[in-house]
């Protein structure tokens, strides 16, 4: 028994008869025959009375045709709704984004992608770099902003460069400083994001190549915030140059040309994107990527 069963029954009750019903349905009677007597044999019971006239439903088959009528009205819905979210001048894009992107390269990039195509929806996700790769993983979403290529079969498109520095407050007895090295951090209060954040894994790998074991004061999972605990004299932090001095703290040049992270646009290669989502992929790769 599947859809088309189903549908046939329908056919066989509007017509109530089976020459006429096949007919409409474009089969012989035979083969509507022998589709009612396998969902009678599904169902366990006989849905329609055989009469010298054609054929009614029993008291079970009009049980069935009711369920039968709802399942062909969400079958046709379910159709309808997937083709307005697959259709790429109005469908929709799910896109997830770090928490830090989302006062700068994303709305650019969405402004920007709205111009274009002004009728295709993004729904968008806010969420950690760990939680986009499950989300990736599940199909939750299909398109990610992050700075951490996540392991297996995914692509990459560079979108920004950030420089990162030593975030300071503004009674910290460094805020003068014009530069210094990760190896001055021996020691020293560290406010970062918590273990299994990419964030948290670049930083820590920064710190690994200078010998500095961090002493970490604070995590958030928030940069912006990470700053404001800086600014309150509650530790340094190492930060994208772009939150330096929201609430008064002081952004000290690493000295070390690692001290980069780049932003990228990631999606799974292993299946096929959405016509919308390869709508949005196409228009950064053309408009946004990084070159070089």
Known sequence: ?????????VTLAEHGHVTEAASALGVSQPTLSRALARVEGAMGTRLFERLPSGVVPTPDGELVLDAARDIGARHAQVLADLAGRLDPESGTVRLAFLDSMSTSLVPRV????????PAVRVLLTQEPHHHITRDLDS???ELAITSWLPEGPFGWLPLQRERLVLVVGPGHRWRSRRR????????????????GFGYRALVDDLLAEAGVTPTVSFESADLATIEGL???GLGVAVLPEQFAGQTGTV????????ARRTIGLTWRTDRLL??????FLD????????RS
């Open 1 to 9: 028994m599947d859809l088309r069963d189903l549908d046939w029954l």
């Open 110 to 117: 969405l402004r920007e992608f709205h111009a274009s195509a």
């Open 139 to 141: 199909g939750a979403v």
């Open 180 to 195: 210094i090295s990760l190896a001055s951090l021996r020691g020293e209060e560290l406010v970062t994001t918590p273990q």
């Open 230 to 232: 800086v600014s309150a």
């Open 251 to 258: 952004g000290i040049p690493l000295a070390t040309a690692a």
């Open 274 to 279: 959405a016509p919308p989502a390869a709508r």
């Open 283 to 290: 228009f950064v790769d053309a408009s946004v990527a990084l």
